[in-house]
């Protein structure tokens, strides 16, 4: 289950919304996963990036505001478990960037950290009328990898899933 901001505040106001929860890459379905992993920590200690954290219940989980993903494939090596799909047959998973109105660039304000962090392209800019770019993700060329996240100013970049498992889209 994602994790769930406890404060009564948000709870009285309304506001308790579930945190989308981004697994390891080539990590099993949440069911499988949250039934077979043992919280060992041994897939964080690997992560080159160190952007695996031991997230709600201990399973470990993606911070992209740590860093980025490099799909070093560390975190399913070491894993004891049988937890990951095999890293040379499978994508490592079907995440992909999103980009919410908080954005400083549909604001009017001049930005393009998350474009210039993109190494793969899959973040372009359009113009608008007062010539201060818009980001669009091209999300057949996102790999999911989360570079855009950390250096967004306003947090308005998320990384996720487009598949509640393979082969069912999520209504996004």
């Known amino acids: 289950m994602p994790p769930v901001d406890p404060s009564r505040r948000a709870l009285l106001k309304g506001r308790v919304h579930h945190k989308p929860v981004v697994r390891p890459p080539w990590s099993a379905p949440e069911e499988v996963l949250t039934q077979r992993c043992t919280r060992c920590g041994e897939c964080a200690k690997a992560c080159e990036t160190q952007i695996i954290i031991a997230g709600d219940g201990g399973f470990p989980e993606v911070d992209f505001f740590l860093g980025e993903c490099t799909f070093c494939q560390a975190c399913a090596q070491v894993c004891p478990e049988p937890i990951f799909a095999d890293s ?28 210039e962090a993109c190494e793969i392209g899959a973040i372009r800019f359009t113009f608008n009328s007062l010539r201060i770019p818009e980001p ?30 393979q082969g069912e889209r999520l209504n996004a």
Not at 89 to 107: H, K, M, R, Y
Request: with cysteine; aromatic share 8%.
């Open 136 to 165: 669009e993700v091209d999300t057949d060329a996102c790999n999911g990898c989360g570079a855009c996240v950390q250096l967004c100013p306003v947090r308005a970049v998320e990384v996720k899933y487009t598949y509640a498992s």
């Open 88 to 115: 040379t047959n499978t994508p490592p998973w079907n995440t992909v960037a999103t980009i919410d109105e908080s954005c400083l660039g549909f604001q009017g304000v001049y930005c393009k950290n998350c474009g």
